[in-house]
Structure formats: structure tokens, C-alpha cells
């Protein structure tokens, strides 16, 4: 093989042993340049994760230079409880939860307010608002209310009262069957919504009576990283109208095959039932019904969430004639939603459950999974235990042997991730391996170690507030 160049044609005249010996001292140093380049990064176990290629460095750090990873879920210290003061029931049941939690001390909050009222009005609303949000510490990111009525903010129009604590009351977000404002924190990556949007959202634990508030939040702590294996029923019933949601539920059973167990009804031509009956493993029931019949011959499991498309299902106590959305957590799920004025059947008023099941289950609690869910919400009602967490996400970063090994379910479907390192404050950032996922599960990803020299490492991915921006997720110090 002829491996001169036009401009060197010398080496080709010289003796044969000497040059048999320089192509044979070139062919020991491109393996050895071969063997230091080595390694990349990988998905070690998953088919569905997709690395990109770079540059790999020369891996010699023997540490993880103190990088830990952003956790999925609210936990108790980012929870704000607040109590109608002087209400024997709320008092009762804020104390219970605070135990069972262990929620700050710091975070608990007392209101007066007339419990025995459906409806605030707006004004009286506006100046409640006003004192929980100084009374409130920093770093609360969501509320829980431990009274069940009123659960109306009503001004020229009703918002629920969750709705109206997280936005505060504006008409904007209200007014029967128009169109309403949209939520920022919709299907966003935000783990932090007050410090990302400015908001905090809210949900009534809903409880009549202290023994019902009590076997709902011990379903909420049993749900805890339990991981279940339950079903999803996801109904398309004969009633048109209530029925608008079908669209998103036909492709979820295949999407999510392998994963969760999700059935798909469809009862639009009356030929069968519109009602789940006897079925023992319950972990998501979406419908679109005025009475959803047959609820308790069903056995939900803890943190199963469920909700049907109606009118008034969130105007506690009574449902407005229909359905209250407390009649779910009566049967034993953990979390509902519904409207507390005629919200017509714009779909974005209600839960959209591919949003809410994918949230759900990268490990986000149930009142994140079910906020993220509703993009206008102003006038659901949302209510449960909030901090339920059944796919609580560990996420771990650790080094073994010659690379990093990133462990989280957390990772967002199709979007991009980073491992980057620098040598210095004032260095450049560096990538070690990017990620890419198409599906939500438990992954493991491998990375290259960077250098010695290495003094920082970073997590990038999407932003909190954007979701097709990339942002630092997690820096170490």
C-alpha cells in the first residue's frame, strides 16, 4: 500500500527495510492512538434510549465531583396546609395530615372563613388570598384546603376555589362556556411551580367527615413509591356530549403496552355497558357521565386517580344535580377533578389523561400529574391527598468502574438531555454524553468520566418554564 503523499514521494526511493520499519512503527501507533480513544456513552438498559455521539475525553476523575440529580414530586416541606380556623373538622384533619406527613410546622396556615357557606365571593376571597400568600413561607409550592365548603370563588362568574388560590379570582379564567385563560403549568417539567411560574397549585383534601379524611391521606402514603400494577379503564360512553375526551384515549392501551395495563371502551353505540363493574384493580377510571353508577363494586387501589366529564361535579356538596367529584374518593380513589360552573365540553377544561398518566408516572405527585393535566383550569376543582406519590421516582448518579451511571424514571419522552463537565469556574462547559428517551420508564444511561482536571459536573435538559428550551437541571458545587 502506497501511503505517501504527492509532496513527500521520497520514502518510496529509500531501502525496503527501512521503509517496511516505518510502516510497521505507524501501524503500532495508530492502535495505540485507536486504544486510548475508546468508550462513548449508553443506554445500558433500555432499547428506547438514543445517545448522541461526542467527543470523549480522556476519563481518569475518580468522583461524581458531587453532582446529584433533581428529584420528581413535591414532598412535605414544599406543602402548605391551610385550616379554616376555628373549624373543629378542618382543624382535626390538618392536624392528622401534618403528623402523617410531617409537613413543616412553619407551613401551616389559618384563615377564618364561614364553612358553612358553598360560595365566597370574590371580594372576601380577594382578601383571604392575600393574607395566606404573606403568611406563607418562601418556599411552599402548592396548598392543600382542609375544609369542603366553600369550594366556589363567585364574582361575574364561579372559579373553583382551588383554581382561584393558585391564580387568584380574575374572570378571566371563568365565564361559563367561552374559552378561558390557560395555565402555564401545563404538561411542563416544573418540580418547583411557585419559583418557576409564580403560582401555586392547590387541592381540597374533600372530606365530610375526620374518619373519611383519614382513610384517604393513609390511601395517599400507601400509594408511595408503591409501583402498582393496576389498570387504567378509559370509557367512551353513550353520552355525546360528556364524551369529548375518546380522541385522547384510543392510542394510550398500545402506547403504553408493557408498561401499564390501560383498556380502551368504547360504549358510543349503547351495545355494552357504560360502567366499570367489579374489578379489583382500579388505578385510573376516566368517563363522561352526569352519575357514574357501579362505583363501589370496584376496588380502586392507593393513588388511583378517577374523574368524569360533567357539568357540576366539582360544586360541592351536592354535585348541582349530578355527580360530586367526592363521590370518587367515597369509592376509594385518591384524587378527582371536576367544574364548579357549566364549563361546556371544551376539552382543555378537563383532565386530558395521556398528559396526566405520562406525569404520573415519571414520578410527579398526584396534585402535579393532575394540574399538568388541565390547561384552562379556573374553574376545576381539584381535591384529594396531594402528596400521593405511587411511581416515586430515586434518581441516582453514581460512578462505577470507568463510567457514570445515571438511574431516573423522570426523564421526558423525545427531549434532550446533557452530562457536561468543566475545569474551572471561567472553563467552557463540555459534553460528556447526551440522552434522548422515547418513552417514560426507569432508565440506566452510561456516561464517559471527563478528565482530572475536571472540577464540575452539570445536568441539562428541558427547561422548567419551556419545554423545547434546554436548561441546567442540577450543577454540582
Same mark, same amino acid.
Given at each position: 500500500?502506497?501511503?505517501?503523499?504527492?509532496?513527500?514521494?521520497?520514502?518510496?526511493?529509500?531501502?525496503?527495510?527501512?521503509?517496511?520499519?516505518?510502516?510497521?512503527?505507524?501501524?503500532?501507533?495508530?492502535?495505540?492512538?485507536?486504544?486510548?480513544?475508546?468508550?462513548?456513552?449508553?443506554?445500558?438498559?433500555?432499547?428506547?434510549?438514543?445517545? !448522541?455521539?461526542?467527543?470523549?475525553?480522556?476519563?481518569?476523575?475518580?468522583?461524581?465531583?458531587?453532582?446529584?440529580?433533581?428529584?420528581?414530586?413535591?414532598?412535605?416541606?414544599?406543602?402548605?396546609?391551610?385550616?379554616?380556623?376555628?373549624?373543629?373538622?378542618?382543624?382535626?384533619?390538618?392536624?392528622?395530615?401534618?403528623?402523617?406527613?410531617?409537613?413543616?410546622?412553619?407551613?401551616?396556615?389559618?384563615?377564618?372563613?364561614?364553612?358553612?357557606?358553598?360560595?365566597?365571593?370574590?371580594?372576601?376571597?380577594?382578601?383571604?388570598?392575600?393574607?395566606?400568600?404573606?403568611?406563607?413561607?418562601?418556599?411552599?409550592?402548592?396548598?392543600?384546603?382542609?375544609?369542603?365548603?366553600?369550594?366556589?370563588?363567585?364574582?361575574?362568574?364561579?372559579?373553583?376555589?382551588?383554581?382561584?388560590?393558585?391564580?387568584?379570582?380574575?374572570?378571566?379564567?371563568?365565564?361559563? =362556556?367561552?374559552?378561558?385563560?390557560?395555565?402555564?403549568?401545563?404538561?411542563?417539567?416544573?418540580?418547583?411551580?411557585?419559583?418557576?411560574?409564580?403560582?401555586?397549585?392547590?387541592?381540597?383534601?374533600?372530606?365530610?367527615?375526620?374518619?373519611?379524611?383519614?382513610?384517604?391521606?393513609?390511601?395517599?402514603?400507601?400509594?408511595?413509591?408503591?409501583?402498582?400494577?393496576?389498570?387504567?379503564?378509559?370509557?367512551?360512553?353513550?353520552?355525546?356530549?360528556?364524551?369529548?375526551?375518546?380522541?385522547?384515549?384510543?392510542?394510550?392501551?398500545?402506547?403504553?403496552?408493557?408498561?401499564?395495563?390501560?383498556?380502551?371502551?368504547?360504549?358510543?353505540?349503547?351495545?355494552?355497558?357504560?360502567?366499570?363493574?367489579?374489578?379489583?384493580?382500579?388505578?385510573?377510571?376516566?368517563?363522561?357521565?352526569?352519575?357514574?353508577?357501579?362505583?363501589?363494586?370496584?376496588?380502586?387501589?392507593?393513588?388511583?386517580?378517577?374523574?368524569?366529564?360533567? !357539568?357540576?361535579?366539582?360544586?360541592?356538596?351536592?354535585?348541582?344535580?349530578?355527580?360530586?367529584?367526592?363521590?370518587?374518593?367515597?369509592?376509594?380513589?385518591?384524587?378527582?377533578?371536576?367544574?364548579?360552573?357549566?364549563? =361546556?365540553?371544551?376539552?382543555?377544561?378537563? !383532565?386530558?389523561?395521556?398528559?396526566?398518566?405520562?406525569?404520573?408516572?415519571?414520578?410527579?405527585?398526584?396534585?402535579?400529574?393532575?394540574?399538568?393535566?388541565?390547561?384552562?383550569?379556573?374553574?376545576?376543582?381539584?381535591?384529594?391527598?396531594?402528596?400521593?406519590?405511587?411511581?416515586?421516582?430515586?434518581?441516582?448518579?453514581?460512578?462505577?468502574?470507568?463510567?457514570?451511571?445515571?438511574?431516573?424514571?423522570?426523564?421526558?419522552?423525545?427531549?434532550?438531555?446533557?452530562?457536561?463537565?468543566?475545569?474551572?469556574?471561567?472553563?467552557?462547559?463540555?459534553?460528556?454524553?447526551?440522552?434522548?428517551?422515547?418513552?417514560?420508564?426507569?432508565?440506566?444511561?452510561?456516561?464517559?468520566?471527563?478528565?482530572?482536571?475536571?472540577?464540575?459536573?452539570?445536568?441539562?435538559?428541558?427547561?422548567?418554564?419551556?419545554?423545547?428550551?434546554? =436548561?441546567?437541571?442540577?450543577? !454540582?458545587?
Amino acid at each position: 500500500m502506497n501511503t505517501a503523499t504527492p509532496s513527500m514521494p521520497r520514502p518510496m526511493q529509500q531501502a525496503p527495510w527501512l521503509w517496511l520499519s516505518r510502516l510497521s512503527l505507524l501501524f503500532a501507533l495508530l492502535l495505540a492512538l485507536g486504544a486510548c480513544g475508546g468508550g462513548g456513552a449508553g443506554a445500558s438498559a433500555s432499547s428506547n434510549s438514543t445517545v !448522541s455521539p461526542t467527543p470523549t475525553p480522556v476519563g481518569s476523575a475518580t468522583s461524581t465531583l458531587g453532582l446529584t440529580l433533581p428529584r420528581a414530586g413535591l414532598a412535605a416541606q414544599d406543602l402548605g396546609i391551610i385550616i379554616a380556623d376555628g373549624d373543629a373538622l378542618s382543624e382535626s384533619i390538618a392536624a392528622y395530615y401534618q403528623s402523617a406527613r410531617g409537613v413543616p410546622a412553619a407551613n401551616i396556615i389559618r384563615v377564618k372563613l364561614n364553612t358553612g357557606a358553598e360560595t365566597i365571593s370574590a371580594n372576601d376571597f380577594t382578601a383571604l388570598k392575600a393574607e395566606v400568600d404573606a403568611k406563607l413561607p418562601a418556599g411552599v409550592q402548592a396548598t392543600l384546603l382542609t375544609w369542603r365548603s366553600p369550594a366556589r370563588v363567585v364574582g361575574t362568574c364561579a372559579m373553583s376555589i382551588t383554581s382561584a388560590l393558585a391564580f387568584g379570582y380574575d374572570a378571566k379564567y371563568c365565564g361559563g =362556556c367561552s374559552g378561558t385563560s390557560p395555565s402555564p403549568y401545563y404538561d411542563t417539567e416544573s418540580n418547583k411551580p411557585w419559583t418557576d411560574h409564580k403560582f401555586r397549585p392547590s387541592m381540597m383534601l374533600g372530606a365530610a367527615s375526620l374518619e373519611a379524611a383519614r382513610s384517604l391521606i393513609d390511601r395517599g402514603l400507601r400509594a408511595d413509591a408503591s409501583q402498582p400494577s393496576g389498570s387504567g379503564y378509559l370509557l367512551r360512553t353513550t353520552d355525546v356530549a360528556r364524551s369529548v375526551r375518546y380522541a385522547d384515549y384510543t392510542g394510550l392501551p398500545a402506547s403504553w403496552a408493557g408498561r401499564l395495563l390501560l383498556n380502551y371502551i368504547n360504549n358510543s353505540a349503547g351495545t355494552a355497558s357504560n360502567a366499570i363493574t367489579g374489578k379489583t384493580d382500579v388505578l385510573f377510571y376516566f368517563t363522561g357521565l352526569a352519575e357514574v353508577p357501579s362505583l363501589s363494586s370496584n376496588t380502586f387501589l392507593p393513588g388511583a386517580v378517577a374523574d368524569h366529564l360533567t !357539568s357540576f361535579g366539582g360544586m360541592l356538596p351536592s354535585g348541582g344535580g349530578q355527580m360530586p367529584v367526592t363521590e370518587w374518593l367515597n369509592a376509594g380513589a385518591t384524587a378527582s377533578f371536576g367544574t364548579v360552573e357549566e364549563p =361546556c365540553n371544551y376539552v382543555q377544561k378537563f !383532565s386530558q389523561a395521556s398528559v396526566l398518566i405520562e406525569h404520573y408516572y415519571r414520578g410527579d405527585s398526584v396534585i402535579e400529574a393532575y394540574w399538568k393535566s388541565v390547561q384552562w383550569p379556573g374553574q376545576g376543582l381539584f381535591v384529594g391527598e396531594p402528596l400521593a406519590q405511587p411511581f416515586k421516582d430515586s434518581p441516582s448518579f453514581t460512578l462505577e468502574g470507568n463510567q457514570y451511571l445515571i438511574k431516573t424514571r423522570a426523564l421526558r419522552p423525545n427531549s434532550s438531555y446533557a452530562l457536561e463537565y468543566r475545569s474551572g469556574p471561567s472553563a467552557s462547559w463540555t459534553s460528556l454524553a447526551t440522552f434522548k428517551v422515547s418513552r417514560a420508564e426507569m432508565q440506566t444511561l452510561s456516561a464517559p468520566l471527563p478528565p482530572a482536571t475536571a472540577t464540575q459536573l452539570r445536568w441539562r435538559g428541558p427547561c422548567p418554564t419551556n419545554n423545547s428550551l434546554q =436548561c441546567t437541571l442540577s450543577e !454540582s458545587p
